[in-house]
């Protein structure tokens, strides 16, 4: 069977900081569509669409050309909403979820970690990271790090400063990025799972899968796409956009 990919975006009305936020205007198109577009301009996609459990997003999004997958709205994770949604394409082989929220990802980034899937069989997951520069960032546990093997899959992904740097630095820290590529069987067997205790002690849904044993690819990037949780950064990405 020939493999195939889809990339999904999850756009969901409710946000505590930003209601409404997938339908929020930048540069007079609305943020989903946005990332939409971006996203289907990659080539190691077969297939891309919008995965949502509301009739506002599914309305628009279907008015710019977006295929639209309607999921429940009561999922516990963004995983789960993309393991319902991935239904809808039985030929699929793998998945892609991007973030809804990151107007300016990077095409390329998301091919790649495709790409990583597609030339190993071993992988059951793949996701991408940056230098960490700022000392702040480093110490801020809104910001996820992440540490790797020699051969650069996950060894442990924190809130917290890791590496320690106990001695001269000899490594730059490394900020995860939320993008991930799964295996089709690996994502489905992985929501099945109940959360595990690394998970629910750091509040971080990929340690489930490094915790059954699973080996996750982490791509080096040097693009950063930011995102936008408020209306203000919603705003600087519109001034971004407009020059």
């Known amino acids: 069977m020939k493999e195939q990919v889809v990339g999904l975006i ?13 339908l929020h205007l930048i540069a007079g198109k609305p943020l989903v569509q946005h990332v939409w577009e971006r996203v289907s301009s990659c080539t190691r996609l077969d297939s891309v669409a919008i995965a949502t459990d509301d009739e506002r997003i599914r309305r628009v999004a279907e008015a710019f050309g977006a295929r639209v997958i309607m999921t429940r709205d009561d999922h516990p994770s963004g995983s789960d909403r993309l393991a319902e949604a991935v239904q809808s394409f039985p030929e699929a082989t793998h998945v892609v979820n991007i ?40 110490h801020d546990p809104n910001i996820v790090k992440v540490v790797c093997t020699l051969g650069g ?17 000899v490594l730059k820290p490394l900020r995860h990025i939320g993008l991930y590529a799964y295996r089709r069987e690996f994502l489905e067997n992985y929501v099945r799972w109940e959360p595990t205790p690394l998970e629910t002690a750091e509040s971080l849904e990929q340690l489930r899968a ?18 936008v949780d408020t209306p203000e950064q919603a705003a600087m990405i519109e001034q971004l956009l407009q020059h």
């Open 10 to 22: 999850p756009a969901r009305w409710g946000s505590s900081r930003f209601p409404g936020k997938p």
């Open 99 to 138: 973030q809804g929220d990151e107007p300016l990802i990077d095409p390329a980034l998301v091919d790649e970690l495709a790409s990583v899937l597609l030339n190993d069989a071993g992988i059951a997951m793949a996701t991408a990271a940056c230098p960490l520069d700022s000392d702040a960032d480093f």
């Open 153 to 169: 899959e996950a060894l442990y992904f924190s809130r917290s400063p890791i590496p320690f740097p106990r001695n001269a630095p």
């Open 210 to 227: 490094l915790e059954h044993g699973a080996r996750i690819k982490v791509v080096p990037t040097d693009h950063l796409a930011p995102g």
